[in-house]
Each structure stands twice: as structure tokens, then as C-alpha cells.
């Protein structure tokens, strides 16, 4: 049995981001939590080593997997001021009205220094077709 | 609102990030390496019944 999905309920998913991710935070260690993604390292729980309050999308539009897949592409973030210190691993994306962590992936580990600027190039998320 | 009074807005918001992005400047700027992330369908429709039960509770 074949299973199918229209991509209009993929973009609904995908435009969510859009319409309310308004922080993107590079991180050390997995973020789980809003706080974890929000407050600097250091402070309380915080993970966060650098943010930005400035995300920008492009899609969504077609995914690379074929099929149904669809994708939008989070823009780069350039020269954002680090705050702390550490290891970078991970990106994260919030809404800050609700204090919501929406969104988690991952980064080659970076070492970032505090008052120097760190640049999260465009990158995709992308839902796959149904299998 | 319809679609294009969204659309609308959400060009405009994405023009004043844009313009507030351009104001930054590098120092030592190191670039990160991000994985792309890639949701199964099934995170997807848990995710569609969330978002609906939140709008169920107000």
C-alpha cells in the first residue's frame, strides 16, 4: 500500500518555523530546553554561546530528496557576536513569545571565543517524502 | 488576515532582519559547518497534533 502526503501539509510545518522562530542560537552541548538555548553558558543551564534575534528563511520549496519532500532553507547568519567561550556543537532555533524550543541540529565542532563574531551559513531542514 | 496580508507582513519582517543583519561586522569570524536537518513524516504529523491541541486549549 502506497503512502502519500501533499506537500501543503509538509509547508505547513515548515512555514511554522518561519512565522514564529525569532532567535538562533549557537550552542555547546545538545540544547533541550529554551533556557538551555537562551542563556549564555554559564548562567544557570545555559548552553548558548552566541544568538542572533535577526532569522531569516527562504521556502519552502522542494526538498532533495525527491517525491513529495519539501525544504526551506534557514538564511546565513553572519558575524554574530560570541558571548561565551566553548565548544560549538549545535544550532538551535526559538520562539521567544512562548519560550519555545522548536528546532535542534547539529555543527562540526567549532572552538568560538568570547567577543569575536561566529557566521552560521544557510542551511537547510527538510521533511521526507512518506515511506 | 488572508494569505496575502501574511505574505505581505512576513516580507516586511524578513526585509528588517535582512537590513539589521547588514549592520554587523566581523571580528575574527569563524564560520560553523552545519549539519542539515531532515524530519521524518512521522515527527511531522506529531508535531501538526500538537500545534492542534494548543489551539484547542486556546
Not at chain 1, 568570547?114 to 515511506?131: F, K, L
Request: hydrophobic letters at 35%; a negative charge.
Amino acid at each position: 500500500m502506497a503512502k502519500s502526503c501533499n506537500s501543503a501539509v509538509l509547508d505547513a510545518a515548515l512555514q511554522y518555523l518561519e512565522d514564529n522562530v525569532d532567535r538562533i542560537s549557537v550552542c555547546e552541548g545538545e540544547p533541550t530546553t529554551y533556557e538551555h538555548a537562551t542563556s549564555t553558558k554559564g548562567v544557570a543551564t545555559g548552553k548558548k554561546l552566541a544568538m542572533s534575534t535577526t532569522p531569516t528563511f527562504t521556502g519552502p520549496g522542494a526538498g532533495d530528496g525527491g517525491g513529495s519532500s519539501r525544504k526551506t532553507t534557514v538564511d546565513q547568519e553572519a558575524t554574530i557576536t560570541v558571548d561565551a567561550s566553548g565548544d560549538a556543537d549545535h544550532v538551535a532555533l526559538c520562539k521567544s513569545g512562548t519560550s519555545t524550543l522548536l528546532y535542534v541540529t547539529t555543527c562540526t565542532l567549532q572552538a568560538l571565543t568570547a567577543a569575536n563574531t561566529v557566521t552560521i551559513p544557510a542551511w537547510d531542514i527538510e521533511i521526507g517524502s512518506p515511506s | 488576515m488572508n494569505e496575502s496580508e501574511k505574505d505581505e507582513l512576513r516580507q516586511k519582517e524578513k526585509a528588517r532582519r535582512m537590513k539589521e543583519k547588514l549592520l554587523r561586522l566581523p571580528v575574527n569570524d569563524v564560520i560553523l559547518e552545519v549539519q542539515k536537518g531532515v524530519i521524518d513524516i512521522n515527527d511531522v504529523f506529531k508535531a501538526i497534533d500538537e500545534k492542534l491541541k494548543e489551539k484547542k486549549n486556546g
